[in-house]
């Protein structure tokens, strides 16, 4: 059961940010202190977090509750069939727009809220490396 009423509830998941997350701003800053240029603004399927349009390179900042991480994610006890359907509809337009931005020629790299926080410098080496190839 929720410990807070609908309202609070309503609340805090309205301030919950699709962009401009923390573990997206200490990716960008990494691979800025990098010498690497990239482009946040982009009319991509799917609208990726960091985009190197030159070597055709997507890249998504995953967060472990909204896209299912294999790891972190735990069905809510609240209205668990909701979130079922909610995360499982979050997971197939992920497939989708890999699909779609393959097809286009591009490159997509996923990566998980919580890998951003534990391994960073190796998610910045990895990028690295497909840029400057």
């Known amino acids: ?25 200490l990716l960008r800053k990494a691979l800025f202190s990098k010498g690497l240029r990239y482009r946040i603004i982009s009319k991509l399927p799917g609208k990726p977090d960091i985009v190197f349009p030159g070597r055709k390179l997507a890249i998504f900042v995953d967060g472990c509750f909204w896209h299912c991480c294999p790891k972190c994610f735990k ?9 079922r359907d909610k995360i499982a509809t979050n997971m197939r337009r992920d497939l989708e727009v890999n ?32 840029v400057i190839k």
């Open 1 to 25: 059961m929720d410990i807070k009423t609908p309202e609070e509830r309503s609340k805090n998941m309205a301030a919950i940010r699709c962009r401009d997350t923390k573990p997206e701003l």
């Open 75 to 83: 069905t809510p006890d609240t209205n668990p069939e909701f979130w």
């Open 99 to 130: 699909n779609l931005l393959i097809d286009e020629g591009w490159k997509v790299e996923r990566f998980w809220e919580h890998e951003i926080y534990q391994d960073l410098d190796v998610i910045v080496r990895k990028i690295y490396s497909i």
